[in-house]
T-cell receptor, first 111, second 115 residues
Framework: QQQVKQSPQSLIVQKGGISIINCAYE??????FPWYQQFPGKGPALLIA???DVSEKKEGRFTISFNKSAKQFSLHIMDSQPGDSATYFC??????????WGAGTKLIIKP | SAVISQKPSRDICQRGTSLTIQCQVD?????MFWYRQQPGQSLTLIAT?????????ESGFVIDKFPISRPNLTFSTLTVSNMSPEDSSIYLC????????????FGSGTRLTVV
């Protein structure tokens, strides 16, 4: 019940296209859902996050869509650029502050 | 968000030896965590570093192997003891701040190779 399932494992998108990464969870106590971006040799960096009281959050080209009833959330990257090539992790947490991590998605944007 | 300085950034160590990794934060933070990440894999929480008390370890990790200190709200160390090649991994320090609304920040990591 503590798992966060992330898909796909890897994704190749053409420059200018939309990248979509999906996550699903079981624990309804989760109340914070962040996405992290990690470049090789760096630690993960918080990209965008959402709470379950909203269905969508947008920051620039990055959008989180949240479906509370389906217990799913997804990251959309609009107008994907080669600089977006990285590994993306979804996560979830609740009052104990411990992040539960997805398995990660390696995103490659082809020029 | 907090800025983390993690040292060393990488090291190659002989089996049977120990390595201490330092995590320095530029501001006082409530929570500090230590993670392990195999290349290409997700993150695994080793322990939560508690200020002034013993760290809280996750299943599969023990204090004798991974002793942790946290003497104050801005600094922590993780020691990898009696290393074996299986300990080769990336070790990451992370901090969280309840005031900052779960805004977890990560250091750049320590890439450890045990030979």
């Amino acid at each position: 019940q503590q798992q966060v399932k992330q898909s796909p494992q890897s994704l190749i998108v053409q420059k200018g296209g939309i990248s979509i990464i999906n996550c699903a969870y079981e624990n309804t106590a989760f109340d914070y859902f962040p996405w992290y971006q990690q470049f090789p040799g760096k630690g993960p960096a918080l990209l965008i996050a959402i709470r379950p009281d909203v269905s969508e959050k947008k920051e620039g080209r990055f959008t989180i869509s949240f479906n509370k009833s389906a217990k799913q959330f997804s990251l959309h990257i609009m107008d994907s650029q080669p600089g977006d090539s990285a590994t993306y992790f979804c996560a979830a947490t609740h009052s104990n502050y411990q992040l539960i991590w997805g398995a990660g998605t390696k995103l490659i944007i082809k020029p | 968000s907090a800025v983390i300085s993690q040292k060393p950034s990488r090291d190659i160590c002989q089996r049977g030896t120990s390595l201490t990794i330092q995590c320095q934060v530029d501001s006082q933070v409530t929570m500090m965590f230590w993670y392990r990440q195999q290349p290409g894999q997700s993150l695994t929480l080793i322990a939560t570093a508690n200020q002034g008390s013993e760290a809280t370890y996750e299943s599969g990790f023990v204090i004798d192997k991974f002793p942790i200190s946290r003497p104050n709200l801005t600094f922590s160390t993780l020691t990898v003891s009696n290393m074996s090649p299986e300990d080769s991994s990336i070790y990451l320090c992370s901090v969280g701040d309840r005031v900052a609304n779960y805004g977890y920040t990560f250091g750049s990591g320590t890439r450890l190779t045990v030979v």
